[in-house]
């Protein structure tokens, strides 16, 4: 039997020990708001997802579906004879950020290594300061070396998050 939004609210916000008028405080809105959300008469806000996923410590897309995010796989160090080609592998990159905003970025190992052997300055990300000091060139040894699955995770003080798997 699938839940609702309301009855996942409820159960999440219990399982972070606050009330419902501390939620609603910390969302800027009332405790019957918050009440209506949890027994579905109401939806909250589509503008408040975001803040409320946070509290809740969910994405917004397992608060709507109920569903968790797939686990990043395990840094594993693969033998010689289990190791694919680099062409064939992907390097993987998910931004999510205070903000809400989202990035995802898939790069082919091959392009990133064909790159590099051209004389191309990937080595380093600009952008978000999660992201500052990542060297590319060093991710790509410890995969040349047999590593894969979540090589790096980073989370800011802004609270910004940064996840690099090779798959």
């Known amino acids: 039997m699938e839940t609702t939004l309301g009855k996942r609210i409820a159960a999440l916000r219990r399982d972070k020990g606050l009330k419902q008028d501390e939620l609603a405080q910390q969302l800027g809105v009332t405790p019957q708001a918050v009440s209506k959300w949890e027994n ?49 592998m992907v390097l993987r ?19 990133v290594e064909a790159a590099m052997d051209m004389g191309m300055d990937v080595t380093q990300f600009t952008g978000t300061d999660a992201l500052k000091g990542i060297d590319l060139g060093k991710i790509l040894d410890l995969v040349r070396c047999g590593s894969v699955g979540n090589l790096v995770e980073v989370e800011s003080a802004e609270g910004d998050t940064v996840r690099i798997f090779v798959e």
């Open 40 to 88: 579905d008469q109401t939806c909250p806000d589509i503008t408040l997802l975001p803040q409320l996923a946070k509290i809740l410590g969910v994405s917004v897309d397992e608060l709507l579906s109920g569903k968790a995010e797939p686990e990043v796989p395990a840094v594993r160090v693969l033998p010689a004879e289990q190791r694919k080609d680099l062409k064939d």
């Open 93 to 111: 990159i998910v931004v999510d950020s205070a903000e809400g905003d989202k990035v995802r970025v898939n790069l082919p190992l091959g392009l």
